[in-house]
């Protein structure tokens, strides 16, 4: 059961509220509103916080539409860390996402599973394998850190960071 009520966009106060309209305002449009107004998934609790959850939202399109990573590495790594913290609400939000990249439900169910999934591309086998050892060792051998350019690691790692900080918030919340 959920432990953060969806507040309608008229119940907050203007700080919130402002962080409410940048957030459906911005690329993610009004994806994230349920049919109340109130935000979904993980940007509901950053109206908690406008000051800390602004600068976290921001983050999450400078990664989502921002960074030099592809529309398929991206997914997939996104995937990985859902997987591994087992996040429904992630694997729900963007499963669509990666089918619509051309991921196949083997590929998807690999990922859930924590396995690796069957890769021809071999950039993205590196994501997988990148993104798999962040998300279980948290560091990375000299094999791992220069499988990637440094600017794709940066953005991988910051990624990384950036769901598992999402998947931590959603269970927390109950989201």
């Known amino acids: 059961m959920a432990r953060l009520r969806r507040t309608p966009p008229h119940e907050l106060d203007p700080e919130a509220r402002a962080l409410y309209d940048r957030i459906t305002a911005g690329p993610r449009g009004g994806f994230m509103v349920d049919p109340e107004g109130g935000l979904t998934g993980p940007f509901n609790a950053m109206l908690l916080s406008p000051p800390v959850g602004d600068p976290l939202q921001e983050l999450g399109a400078a990664i989502r539409y921002r960074s ?78 220069g499988a990637l350019g440094e600017r ?24």
């Not at 398929?72 to 591994?84: K, N, P, S, T």
């Not at 996402?97 to 890769?119: N, S, V």
């Not at 794709?152 to 989201?175: D, H, I, K, N, S």
Request: aromatic share 8%; hydrophobic share 45%; charged share 25%.
């Open 68 to 145: 030099t990573l592809t529309d398929r590495a991206r997914e997939l790594a996104i995937l990985v860390v859902a997987g591994h913290r087992d996040s429904a609400f992630e694997q729900a939000a963007h499963e669509p996402i990666a089918r619509g990249l051309g991921f196949t439900e083997e590929q998807l169910q690999a990922l859930r599973d924590g396995t690796p999934p069957a890769l021809s591309d071999a950039g993205e086998a590196a994501v997988y394998a990148v993104a798999r050892a962040l998300v279980t060792a948290g560091d990375l051998d000299d094999e791992g850190y």
């Open 152 to 175: 794709e690691l940066f953005e991988l790692t910051t990624l990384v960071g950036y769901y598992t900080t999402l998947a931590l918030q959603l269970r927390v919340f109950r989201v």
